[in-house]
C-alpha cells in the first residue's frame, strides 16, 4: 500500500543528515509552505537544539514535583497502603510510562518535529490532526486542573497574610472572589512564561528545579517535626499487607499513575526536538522522571 500525497503539499525540502544520525533542512533550500506548514510545525534548525541532560531533568523535577502528584500519592496512603507500597506503585508506573516517553521523544532530537507531524507517520497528513486535537483538549483540562490547584495555593498563602477577610471575602459561584483572583494570577503567570516560548521555559525550569528541590526537602523537614520525627511517618503500618487486598488495589492504583503521565507520553516530541543530543534526551528523562 501506498500513501497518497495531498496534491496540494509542498515538495520535500531538501535535508541534510549530521554523522550522529539527526536531520535538518539544509541551509538555503525552501522552506515548507502551504496549509500543513507553519513556524510551530516546522523543523528545528539545528542551532536552536540547545537542551542539555540538565535541561530535561530540570524539565521533569519541575513537571513532576507539584501538589496533583504529592496527592496522588498521599491518596495511595489514604486507602491503605504504606509509604513503601505507594512508592513502589508511583516508582513502578513512572520507569513503565518512561519507556514509550523514550522511544516517542526519539523522533524530537533526530528530526526536530513535533508530535502534530510525528503522528503523520501513523495518521497521515490529514488524520494526524485528529491526535493532535485531542492531545490538546486534554492539555486544556490538565492546564485548568493544575492552575485551580495553583490557586489554591495563592488564596491560602495570601489568606494565612491578609486574614479572615481574605478567605471570607464575597462569593461567586460558591467560591469567594479572592480565590477567582487568585487562580486568574496564576493562569497570567504561566500563560506570561508560555507565550515567550521555549526558551524562557527551558531558562524558567533551570533556575525553578533547584528551588523546587530544596522547597521538597524543607516541605519533609517541617511535616517530619509536626510528626515528631521520622518515626512515626514511616512506622505507619500497611492496612492491607501484602496480601489479596493489596494486589486487588495495586492494579488500578498502577494504571492511575500510568495515566498521570501517559498523554506526555506522545508529545514527549514538543519537547525532545530542542535536544542537543538523544543522549541528552534519554538520560536527561531516565534521570528526571523516576
Request: glycine letters at 12%.
Amino acid at each position: 500500500m501506498t500513501e497518497t500525497v495531498p496534491t496540494d503539499s509542498p515538495p520535500p525540502a531538501a535535508q541534510v543528515t549530521l554523522p550522529d544520525g539527526r536531520v535538518e533542512i539544509a541551509p538555503g533550500a525552501p522552506v515548507p509552505s502551504g496549509p500543513y506548514a507553519n513556524e510551530d510545525l516546522l523543523p528545528v534548525p539545528m542551532e536552536k537544539r540547545t537542551w542539555t541532560t540538565y535541561n530535561f531533568s530540570a524539565l521533569w523535577v519541575g513537571m513532576a514535583h507539584n501538589t496533583a502528584s504529592w496527592t496522588l500519592a498521599s491518596g495511595l496512603i489514604a486507602v491503605g497502603m504504606d509509604w513503601k507500597q505507594a512508592v513502589f506503585t508511583i516508582a513502578l508506573a513512572n520507569l513503565i510510562v518512561l519507556v514509550p516517553m523514550l522511544l516517542t521523544g526519539h523522533a524530537g532530537p533526530k528530526y526536530g518535529i513535533p508530535f502534530p507531524v510525528f503522528a503523520r507517520a501513523s495518521f497521515g497528513v490529514r488524520g494526524a490532526n485528529l491526535p493532535a486535537v485531542v492531545r490538546a483538549l486534554v492539555a486544556c483540562g490538565w492546564f485548568g486542573i493544575q492552575t485551580w490547584i495553583g490557586g489554591e495555593a495563592i488564596f491560602f498563602l495570601a489568606g494565612k497574610l491578609f486574614g479572615d477577610s481574605w478567605a471570607n471575602a464575597g462569593h461567586i459561584g460558591g467560591y469567594a472572589w479572592t480565590m477567582w483572583l487568585s487562580f486568574a494570577i496564576f493562569w497570567v503567570l504561566q500563560v506570561a512564561i508560555i507565550y515567550r516560548g521555549m526558551e524562557t521555559i527551558r531558562r524558567f525550569e533551570n533556575w525553578a528545579a533547584p528551588f523546587v528541590l530544596v522547597g521538597a526537602g524543607v516541605m519533609l523537614w517541617w511535616m517530619s517535626d509536626k510528626a515528631g520525627g521520622f518515626g512515626p511517618l514511616l512506622d505507619q503500618p500497611s492496612k492491607l499487607g501484602w496480601g489479596p487486598d493489596f494486589w486487588t488495589l495495586f492494579a488500578p492504583a498502577l494504571m492511575g499513575m500510568i495515566g498521570f503521565w501517559s498523554t506526555l507520553s506522545l508529545n514527549i516530541p514538543d519537547f525532545t526536538r530542542y535536544g542537543r543530543s538523544q543522549k541528552a534526551q534519554t538520560v536527561g528523562q531516565a534521570l528526571g522522571l523516576p
